[in-house]
């Protein structure tokens, strides 16, 4: 438990760090990726005060820790059969990454007069094997939350694939200027969801406002069985 505080501690030395090379001046959220950890750990990193939002893979791992009455994000691949259980109790959805998807929150959103708060997940790297929408079709895929008034979309989360410094900058840096451009032809986006624990200060240095941090948070071990 004490080793997630020290990590805690050391993480922010470096978001500092990395933002002050980065030319930016957005403040920085630290999310922590919360798969796989009990409550218990949550809640005490909670108590620390620098972390409010904890992001969940799993809807049913969500369910299990929402009575802890923290603030959760989903951050995982959602199923449109599991909609239901995460609209209006979430503060964002992450990972909206196609259309069925999309449609599914603004049904369910309607059904319970809410606004649901979303960022868009886009797949950096072009990888085959993951989510998300391609880079260049994030401008068209944003025309089709015009027709969803339930669903608020507020920003990107990027997945950026396992690669060297060079090739993540540029990644990155791509994603940061498509979300600059989405921010003049939308109002209320905000959140650049970008950088994990291996490249969270590259990511930071290329303009993200937002970092999800699993294994540098809470150990080694924490590695993801679940995707
Ligand atoms: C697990 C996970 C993270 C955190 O990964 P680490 O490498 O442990 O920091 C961030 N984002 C998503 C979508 C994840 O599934």
Same mark, same amino acid.
């Given at each position: ?25 957005? *403040? $920085? /959220?630290?999310? %922590? ?8 750990? =949550?809640?005490?990193?909670? +108590?620390? &005060? ?53 449609? *599914? $929150? /603004?049904?369910? %959103? ?8 979303? =960022?868009?997940?886009?797949? +950096?790297? &072009? ?101």
């Amino acid at each position: 438990m004490e080793k997630i505080v020290e990590n805690l501690y050391r993480i922010k030395e470096k978001v500092a760090a990395a933002q002050a090379v980065s030319g930016y001046n957005e *403040e $920085i /959220e630290l999310i %922590a990726a919360s798969k796989n950890q009990p409550p218990e750990s =949550l809640l005490m990193l909670a +108590s620390e &005060g620098s972390v409010t939002v904890f992001g969940e893979n799993k809807v049913q791992e969500y369910m299990t820790k929402k009575d802890t009455g923290l603030t959760f994000d989903i951050i995982g691949r959602l199923q449109t059969n599991k909609v239901k259980y995460v609209v209006g109790n979430v503060r964002l959805i992450q990972s909206v990454d196609r259309f069925e998807l999309l449609q *599914e $929150i /603004e049904k369910k %959103a309607e059904k319970r007069g809410i606004i649901q708060s979303v =960022l868009m997940e886009v797949n +950096s790297g &072009g990888e085959e094997n993951k989510g998300g929408v391609l880079p260049e079709n994030i401008r068209s895929f944003a025309e089709l939350f015009l027709d969803c008034p339930h669903v608020k979309l507020e920003g990107i989360m990027a997945v950026a694939p396992i690669a060297d410094e060079n090739t993540l900058r540029r990644l990155f840096e791509n994603v940061r200027e498509k979300f600059e451009l989405l921010k003049t032809d939308l109002s209320g986006i905000k959140y650049l969801s970008m950088g994990m624990s291996e490249d969270y200060e590259t990511a930071i240095k290329c303009g993200s406002n937002m970092v999800r941090l699993g294994r540098a948070l809470f150990g080694e071990n924490s590695r993801s069985i679940i995707k």
